[in-house]
């Protein structure tokens, strides 16, 4: 079999709200989770409602370039 581009792949999800507002005194970093994702079922960006550690509460976690 040809050895070509993978279906599943790995992505980083990373928070958008603490992404938009920076990193500041209120939050000390940027909540980041590792997940995988299919290609074919899934082409587009992938957003996830996760929790942030910095944010306290559950925020939208979206796909960033590795």
């Known amino acids: 079999?040809?050895?070509g581009k993978d279906v599943r792949v790995i992505v980083i999800l990373e928070c958008t709200?603490?992404?938009?507002?920076?990193?500041?005194?209120?939050?000390?970093?940027?909540s980041r989770y590792i997940t995988q994702k299919n290609r074919?079922?899934?082409?587009g960006?992938?957003?996830?409602?996760?929790?942030?550690r910095y944010c306290h509460k559950h925020t939208i976690h979206g796909e960033i370039k590795k």
């Open 45 to 52: 960006r992938l957003e996830l409602r996760k929790f942030c």
């Open 1 to 3: 079999m040809a050895k």
């Open 17 to 30: 709200n603490c992404a938009r507002n920076g990193v500041n005194k209120k939050s000390p970093g940027i």
């Open 40 to 43: 074919h079922n899934t082409p």
